[in-house]
């Protein structure tokens, strides 16, 4: 059987929020996997344990950049080491810059955007330079170029940490196209769907629903036939809440996503949701310790 060690509680802890003592007994039982201990605790706990799960970690912002028909738009995550450095004027505007690079070039990749043409010199030579100005690392993460079938709609949100892009097209009755858009933009910041349609649901995700609920079910004790009907409800009301059609409007409860687009007679061709520092861990710092190899450093220790 695998050791249990304090940081192995301590990550899964920091993933579900779970208490520590659940932590160390869900992997004990799934002999030390991460993975397997935090669905154990999802079948125990529900959706408590997953609350952390998008938790953003690293620092930085979104930016947007779009043309002026509102048919093509870029968005660029740039990512530094704290908050206060995504604040800083310059590394705004080196963001900024990205946005409008992706949106006028169309690069294939991160390595073909630091390539192209940035004030004196590069994209990449105009990082290294803000590097040495600021003294903290600076990377860019991500972007997406969208050319929209309808029209590109946007929203940022949070800071400039969360940015949307929808590609919203359609209406009837002289509707509102880019009200709508900014609705939509604003809702997916707020609900963060997975995908446009449950057939567009990872087949990894559902499946871990299923066995999740499958779990759950067996152990209601209530009849086979019930328990089937118990697991197809929990996916179905899964994919409900992380495609964007299935969701309720946030703006009014009443009506779905779906429902929505319906009474305007538009469509979503697509989107494009980015979290600041979605996905990445980062250092964590023990400042006390810090503080006194520093200290030791300046005695010559």
Same mark, same amino acid.
């Given at each position: 059987m695998a050791e249990i060690t304090a940081s192995m509680v301590k990550e899964l802890r920091e993933k579900t929020d779970a208490p520590m003592m659940e932590c160390k007994k869900a992997l004990t039982e799934a002999d030390g996997h991460l993975g397997k201990a935090e669905e154990i605790l999802r079948v125990k706990l529900g959706s408590k344990a997953a609350k952390a799960a998008a938790r953003t970690t690293a620092e930085?912002?979104?930016?947007?950049? *779009?043309?002026?028909?509102?048919?093509?738009? @870029?968005?660029?995550?740039?990512?530094?080491?704290?908050?206060?450095?995504? &604040?800083?004027?310059?590394? +705004?505007?080196?963001?900024?810059? $990205?946005?409008?690079?992706? +949106?006028?070039?169309?690069?294939?990749?991160?390595?073909? +955007?630091? @390539?192209?043409? $940035?004030?004196?010199? *590069?994209?990449? *030579?105009t990082r290294a330079a803000l590097v040495g100005k600021i003294?903290?690392?600076?990377?860019?993460?991500?972007?997406?170029? $969208?050319?929209?079938?309808?029209?590109? @709609?946007?929203?940022?949100?949070?800071?400039?940490?969360?940015?949307?892009?929808?590609?919203?097209?359609?209406? &009837?009755?002289?509707?509102?196209?880019?009200?709508?858009?900014?609705?939509?933009?604003?809702?997916?910041?707020?609900?963060?769907?997975?995908?446009?349609?449950?057939d567009e649901v990872d087949a990894e995700d559902i499946a871990r629903e299923r066995s999740?609920? #499958? #779990? &759950?079910?067996?152990?209601?004790?209530?009849?086979?036939?019930? #328990?089937?009907?118990?697991?197809?409800?929990?996916? #179905?009301?899964? $994919?409900?809440?992380?495609?964007?059609?299935?969701?309720?409007?946030?703006?009014?409860? &009443?009506?779905?996503?779906e429902q929505l687009l319906k009474n305007r007679g538009a469509t979503v061709h697509g989107f494009t949701v980015f979290v600041v520092g979605e996905g990445i861990e980062k250092k964590q710092t023990d400042f006390a310790a810090e503080v006194a190899a520093q200290a030791a450093a300046a005695r010559g220790e």
């Amino acid at each position: 059987m695998a050791e249990i060690t304090a940081s192995m509680v301590k990550e899964l802890r920091e993933k579900t929020d779970a208490p520590m003592m659940e932590c160390k007994k869900a992997l004990t039982e799934a002999d030390g996997h991460l993975g397997k201990a935090e669905e154990i605790l999802r079948v125990k706990l529900g959706s408590k344990a997953a609350k952390a799960a998008a938790r953003t970690t690293a620092e930085g912002v979104v930016a947007i950049a *779009t043309d002026a028909d509102g048919k093509n738009a @870029a968005m660029v995550e740039v990512n530094c080491e704290t908050d206060f450095v995504a &604040k800083n004027d310059d590394f +705004l505007a080196f963001a900024r810059d $990205l946005a409008g690079l992706v +949106l006028a070039n169309d690069p294939v990749d991160v390595a073909a +955007l630091s @390539a192209l043409a $940035l004030g004196a010199g *590069t994209v990449e *030579t105009t990082r290294a330079a803000l590097v040495g100005k600021i003294g903290e690392n600076v990377t860019v993460r991500r972007f997406v170029r $969208l050319r929209a079938q309808g029209r590109a @709609a946007q929203y940022i949100h949070g800071g400039a940490r969360i940015g949307v892009l929808v590609d919203v097209g359609g209406g &009837k009755d002289g509707g509102d196209l880019v009200a709508l858009g900014k609705d939509l933009a604003m809702h997916i910041a707020a609900a963060r769907p997975k995908a446009l349609r449950s057939d567009e649901v990872d087949a990894e995700d559902i499946a871990r629903e299923r066995s999740i609920a #499958q #779990q &759950k079910a067996a152990e209601s004790g209530k009849p086979a036939e019930i #328990q089937a009907k118990m697991v197809d409800g929990a996916v #179905q009301k899964f $994919l409900k809440e992380v495609t964007l059609l299935g969701q309720t409007f946030v703006k009014d409860e &009443k009506l779905s996503i779906e429902q929505l687009l319906k009474n305007r007679g538009a469509t979503v061709h697509g989107f494009t949701v980015f979290v600041v520092g979605e996905g990445i861990e980062k250092k964590q710092t023990d400042f006390a310790a810090e503080v006194a190899a520093q200290a030791a450093a300046a005695r010559g220790e």
